[in-house]
Protein backbone atom coordinates (compact mmCIF):
# COMPACT_ATOMS: atom_id res chain seq x y z
CA UNK A 1 0.00 0.00 0.00
CA UNK A 2 1.42 3.37 -1.20
CA UNK A 3 1.73 5.45 2.51
CA UNK A 4 0.66 8.58 0.57
CA UNK A 5 -2.48 7.58 0.61
CA UNK A 6 -3.32 8.72 4.15
CA UNK A 7 -1.71 12.28 2.37
CA UNK A 8 -3.56 15.33 3.40
CA UNK A 9 -1.08 17.79 1.28
CA UNK A 10 -2.50 20.54 -0.21
CA UNK A 11 -6.20 20.27 1.44
CA UNK A 12 -7.80 22.60 3.84
CA UNK A 13 -9.55 21.50 6.43
CA UNK A 14 -12.30 23.70 8.47
CA UNK A 15 -13.07 22.59 12.23
CA UNK A 16 -15.43 24.02 14.24
CA UNK A 17 -15.07 24.56 17.94
CA UNK A 18 -11.09 23.52 17.25
CA UNK A 19 -9.37 25.22 20.16
CA UNK A 20 -9.52 22.69 22.65
CA UNK A 21 -9.99 19.12 23.11
CA UNK A 22 -11.28 16.83 20.43
CA UNK A 23 -11.53 19.57 17.91
CA UNK A 24 -8.11 20.86 18.09
CA UNK A 25 -6.60 17.25 18.41
CA UNK A 26 -8.03 16.45 15.21
CA UNK A 27 -6.89 19.80 13.84
CA UNK A 28 -3.30 19.13 14.22
CA UNK A 29 -3.52 15.86 13.15
CA UNK A 30 -4.69 16.99 9.88
CA UNK A 31 -2.07 19.90 9.63
CA UNK A 32 0.88 16.79 10.77
CA UNK A 33 -0.83 14.99 7.26
CA UNK A 34 -0.34 18.06 5.34
CA UNK A 35 -3.18 19.91 5.54
CA UNK A 36 -3.85 23.36 5.63
CA UNK A 37 -6.51 24.13 8.49
CA UNK A 38 -9.33 26.64 9.68
CA UNK A 39 -11.42 27.02 12.62
CA UNK A 40 -13.66 28.65 14.46
CA UNK A 41 -12.94 29.35 18.53
CA UNK A 42 -14.89 30.90 20.98
CA UNK A 43 -12.04 31.21 23.20
CA UNK A 44 -9.57 33.86 21.97
CA UNK A 45 -6.76 32.62 23.43
CA UNK A 46 -6.91 29.00 22.04
CA UNK A 47 -6.86 30.36 18.70
CA UNK A 48 -3.52 32.39 19.38
CA UNK A 49 -2.32 29.05 20.81
CA UNK A 50 -3.67 26.57 18.13
CA UNK A 51 -2.51 28.71 14.97
CA UNK A 52 1.19 28.67 16.72
CA UNK A 53 1.17 25.09 16.81
CA UNK A 54 0.17 24.63 13.38
CA UNK A 55 2.25 26.85 11.64
CA UNK A 56 5.14 25.44 13.56
CA UNK A 57 4.03 22.14 11.77
CA UNK A 58 5.11 24.89 8.58
CA UNK A 59 1.24 24.28 7.64
CA UNK A 60 -1.31 27.69 7.03
CA UNK A 61 -3.83 28.77 9.81
CA UNK A 62 -6.64 30.52 9.95
CA UNK A 63 -8.42 30.90 13.14
CA UNK A 64 -11.71 32.85 13.85
CA UNK A 65 -12.85 33.77 17.29
CA UNK A 66 -16.71 33.06 17.12
CA UNK A 67 -19.38 31.21 18.85
CA UNK A 68 -20.57 28.67 16.34
CA UNK A 69 -24.25 29.22 17.96
CA UNK A 70 -24.34 32.47 15.55
CA UNK A 71 -25.49 31.00 12.76
CA UNK A 72 -24.08 33.84 10.44
CA UNK A 73 -20.39 34.64 12.27
CA UNK A 74 -20.46 30.51 11.13
CA UNK A 75 -21.26 31.19 7.53
CA UNK A 76 -18.79 34.39 7.23
CA UNK A 77 -16.12 31.60 9.05
CA UNK A 78 -16.60 29.01 6.75
CA UNK A 79 -16.88 31.37 3.60
CA UNK A 80 -13.78 33.63 4.88
CA UNK A 81 -11.48 30.49 5.21
CA UNK A 82 -12.60 29.56 1.32
CA UNK A 83 -11.77 32.85 0.36
CA UNK A 84 -7.96 32.69 1.96
CA UNK A 85 -7.33 29.04 0.94
CA UNK A 86 -9.22 29.29 -2.07
CA UNK A 87 -10.98 25.83 -1.41
CA UNK A 88 -12.49 23.10 1.15
CA UNK A 89 -11.73 19.79 1.33
CA UNK A 90 -12.60 18.58 5.05
CA UNK A 91 -15.31 19.74 7.25
CA UNK A 92 -15.33 18.63 11.13
CA UNK A 93 -18.54 19.53 13.00
CA UNK A 94 -16.95 19.57 16.01
CA UNK A 95 -18.46 21.84 18.65
CA UNK A 96 -20.63 20.61 21.25
CA UNK A 97 -21.61 20.29 24.86
CA UNK A 98 -23.90 19.67 27.19
CA UNK A 99 -24.50 20.12 31.34
CA UNK A 100 -25.74 17.15 33.08
CA UNK A 101 -29.60 18.13 34.33
CA UNK A 102 -33.19 16.20 34.69
CA UNK A 103 -35.56 16.70 31.81
CA UNK A 104 -38.03 18.93 34.00
CA UNK A 105 -35.48 21.11 35.41
CA UNK A 106 -34.34 22.40 31.88
CA UNK A 107 -35.85 25.70 31.00
CA UNK A 108 -37.01 26.75 27.50
CA UNK A 109 -33.54 28.67 27.14
CA UNK A 110 -31.62 25.64 28.43
CA UNK A 111 -32.53 23.09 25.71
CA UNK A 112 -32.73 25.89 22.94
CA UNK A 113 -29.02 26.31 24.05
CA UNK A 114 -28.13 22.57 23.63
CA UNK A 115 -30.54 22.25 20.14
CA UNK A 116 -28.05 25.66 18.85
CA UNK A 117 -24.95 24.57 19.70
CA UNK A 118 -25.29 20.70 19.17
CA UNK A 119 -27.29 20.37 16.12
CA UNK A 120 -28.12 23.59 14.59
CA UNK A 121 -24.37 24.47 14.26
CA UNK A 122 -23.34 21.43 12.63
CA UNK A 123 -26.46 21.92 10.06
CA UNK A 124 -25.20 25.76 9.58
CA UNK A 125 -21.76 24.45 8.87
CA UNK A 126 -22.27 21.44 6.84
CA UNK A 127 -24.69 23.60 4.63
CA UNK A 128 -21.98 26.40 4.35
CA UNK A 129 -19.53 24.04 3.36
CA UNK A 130 -21.36 21.90 0.50
CA UNK A 131 -21.85 24.03 -1.83
CA UNK A 132 -17.61 25.28 -2.00
CA UNK A 133 -16.89 21.66 -2.02
CA UNK A 134 -19.45 21.13 -4.93
CA UNK A 135 -18.17 23.93 -6.62
CA UNK A 136 -14.59 22.93 -6.25
CA UNK A 137 -15.28 19.44 -8.08
CA UNK A 138 -12.99 17.28 -6.08
CA UNK A 139 -15.54 15.35 -3.49
CA UNK A 140 -15.02 16.24 0.10
CA UNK A 141 -15.46 14.64 3.43
CA UNK A 142 -17.61 15.80 6.30
CA UNK A 143 -16.71 14.60 9.57
CA UNK A 144 -19.52 14.96 12.25
CA UNK A 145 -18.38 14.41 15.96
CA UNK A 146 -21.30 12.85 17.99
CA UNK A 147 -21.47 10.71 20.78
CA UNK A 148 -22.57 7.33 21.72
CA UNK A 149 -25.44 8.68 23.73
CA UNK A 150 -26.65 9.01 20.68
CA UNK A 151 -27.62 5.62 19.92
CA UNK A 152 -28.46 4.67 23.76
CA UNK A 153 -30.94 5.94 26.54
CA UNK A 154 -28.90 8.87 28.40
CA UNK A 155 -31.24 9.75 31.63
CA UNK A 156 -30.00 13.64 32.53
CA UNK A 157 -28.79 14.30 28.87
CA UNK A 158 -31.89 14.01 27.23
CA UNK A 159 -31.50 17.05 24.72
CA UNK A 160 -28.52 16.75 24.31
CA UNK A 161 -28.67 12.94 23.21
CA UNK A 162 -31.26 13.72 21.15
CA UNK A 163 -29.25 16.50 19.41
CA UNK A 164 -26.52 13.86 18.52
CA UNK A 165 -29.20 11.00 17.56
CA UNK A 166 -29.93 13.98 14.85
CA UNK A 167 -26.64 14.31 13.60
CA UNK A 168 -26.45 10.67 13.15
CA UNK A 169 -29.26 10.66 10.87
CA UNK A 170 -28.14 13.48 9.15
CA UNK A 171 -24.82 11.94 8.70
CA UNK A 172 -26.31 9.16 7.11
CA UNK A 173 -29.06 10.91 5.25
CA UNK A 174 -26.60 13.39 3.44
CA UNK A 175 -23.92 10.68 2.22
CA UNK A 176 -26.92 9.51 -0.24
CA UNK A 177 -27.73 13.10 -1.00
CA UNK A 178 -24.23 14.14 -2.03
CA UNK A 179 -22.76 10.53 -3.11
CA UNK A 180 -22.90 11.91 -6.54
CA UNK A 181 -20.70 14.68 -5.82
CA UNK A 182 -17.89 12.46 -4.27
CA UNK A 183 -18.43 14.06 -0.94
CA UNK A 184 -18.30 11.31 1.63
CA UNK A 185 -20.16 11.84 5.24
CA UNK A 186 -19.94 10.14 7.77
CA UNK A 187 -19.13 10.74 12.18
CA UNK A 188 -16.81 9.65 15.03
CA UNK A 189 -18.81 8.68 17.91
CA UNK A 190 -16.89 9.22 21.27
CA UNK A 191 -17.84 8.29 24.87
CA UNK A 192 -15.65 9.56 28.17
CA UNK A 193 -12.23 11.21 26.46
CA UNK A 194 -10.15 13.36 28.30
CA UNK A 195 -10.32 17.12 27.18
CA UNK A 196 -10.55 20.36 28.92
CA UNK A 197 -13.67 20.48 29.87
CA UNK A 198 -13.85 16.70 31.10
CA UNK A 199 -11.22 18.35 33.20
CA UNK A 200 -12.67 21.41 34.40
CA UNK A 201 -10.65 23.90 32.13
CA UNK A 202 -13.17 25.92 30.04
CA UNK A 203 -11.26 29.52 29.57
CA UNK A 204 -7.57 30.23 28.43
CA UNK A 205 -4.94 28.66 27.01
CA UNK A 206 -4.90 24.48 26.90
CA UNK A 207 -2.91 23.62 29.82
CA UNK A 208 -2.56 20.37 30.49
CA UNK A 209 -0.07 20.73 33.26
CA UNK A 210 -2.97 22.44 35.84
CA UNK A 211 -5.41 19.59 34.79
CA UNK A 212 -6.28 17.75 38.37
CA UNK A 213 -5.41 14.45 38.27
CA UNK A 214 -8.42 11.78 39.04
CA UNK A 215 -8.88 10.24 42.00
CA UNK A 216 -8.09 5.98 42.59
CA UNK A 217 -12.01 5.60 42.67
CA UNK A 218 -12.77 7.78 39.92
CA UNK A 219 -10.15 5.76 37.82
CA UNK A 220 -11.42 2.49 38.96
CA UNK A 221 -15.05 3.42 37.96
CA UNK A 222 -13.72 4.35 34.39
CA UNK A 223 -11.83 1.16 34.36
CA UNK A 224 -14.63 -1.28 35.09
CA UNK A 225 -17.10 0.90 32.57
CA UNK A 226 -15.08 1.21 29.83
CA UNK A 227 -13.82 -2.04 28.44
CA UNK A 228 -10.53 -1.39 27.38
CA UNK A 229 -10.16 0.12 31.05
CA UNK A 230 -8.92 3.77 30.53
CA UNK A 231 -10.44 6.88 29.12
CA UNK A 232 -10.13 7.88 25.66
CA UNK A 233 -7.19 10.24 24.53
CA UNK A 234 -8.22 13.11 22.41
CA UNK A 235 -5.36 12.09 20.05
CA UNK A 236 -7.37 8.69 18.92
CA UNK A 237 -10.52 10.78 17.88
CA UNK A 238 -8.30 12.66 15.91
CA UNK A 239 -6.36 9.67 14.41
CA UNK A 240 -9.69 8.59 13.17
CA UNK A 241 -10.68 11.39 11.86
CA UNK A 242 -7.61 11.58 9.87
CA UNK A 243 -8.85 8.58 8.23
CA UNK A 244 -12.27 9.36 7.16
CA UNK A 245 -10.53 12.65 5.42
CA UNK A 246 -8.05 10.45 3.43
CA UNK A 247 -8.50 8.52 0.55
CA UNK A 248 -7.81 5.21 3.09
CA UNK A 249 -11.57 5.78 3.68
CA UNK A 250 -12.36 6.48 0.09
CA UNK A 251 -14.66 4.01 -0.02
CA UNK A 252 -16.27 4.84 2.75
CA UNK A 253 -19.92 7.03 3.88
CA UNK A 254 -22.78 6.76 5.51
CA UNK A 255 -21.14 5.67 8.76
CA UNK A 256 -20.80 6.10 12.70
CA UNK A 257 -17.63 4.87 14.15
CA UNK A 258 -17.79 4.38 17.75
CA UNK A 259 -14.14 5.71 19.39
CA UNK A 260 -15.39 4.49 23.22
CA UNK A 261 -12.95 1.92 23.98
CA UNK A 262 -15.61 -0.76 23.62
CA UNK A 263 -18.44 1.13 25.46
CA UNK A 264 -21.12 1.04 23.15
CA UNK A 265 -20.32 -2.82 22.67
CA UNK A 266 -20.39 -3.46 26.11
CA UNK A 267 -24.35 -2.88 25.48
CA UNK A 268 -24.46 -2.29 29.59
CA UNK A 269 -22.05 -4.76 30.92
CA UNK A 270 -19.53 -3.70 33.43
CA UNK A 271 -16.13 -5.12 35.23
CA UNK A 272 -17.05 -6.05 38.52
CA UNK A 273 -13.94 -5.67 41.02
CA UNK A 274 -12.94 -9.31 40.28
CA UNK A 275 -12.61 -8.59 36.48
CA UNK A 276 -15.61 -10.72 35.58
CA UNK A 277 -18.27 -9.28 33.27
CA UNK A 278 -21.80 -8.87 35.02
CA UNK A 279 -24.71 -6.75 34.34
CA UNK A 280 -25.80 -4.67 36.97
CA UNK A 281 -27.40 -5.25 39.44
CA UNK A 282 -25.11 -8.06 39.70
CA UNK A 283 -22.21 -5.47 40.00
CA UNK A 284 -20.38 -5.50 43.35
CA UNK A 285 -20.11 -1.57 44.82
Request: glycine share 10%; proline share 5%; net charge negative.
Amino acid sequence: MDAGIIDLTGQVVFVTGGGGGIGRSIALNMADMGADVALIEAVPERCEQLTKMIEARSRKALCIPGNVMDVEALQHAIAAAAEKFGRLDVLVNNAGGVTRRGFLDLAEKNWRRHIDLNLVSNLAATQAALPVMIAGERGGSIINVTSIEAARAAPGYAVYAACKAGVNNLTRTLALEFAEHGIRVNAIAPDYTVTPGTRGQFTGPVDEASWPKPSAEQEDVIRRRIPLGRAGIDEECGRVAVFLASQMASYVTGTIIPVDGGTWASGGWVRNRDDTWVLPPEADT
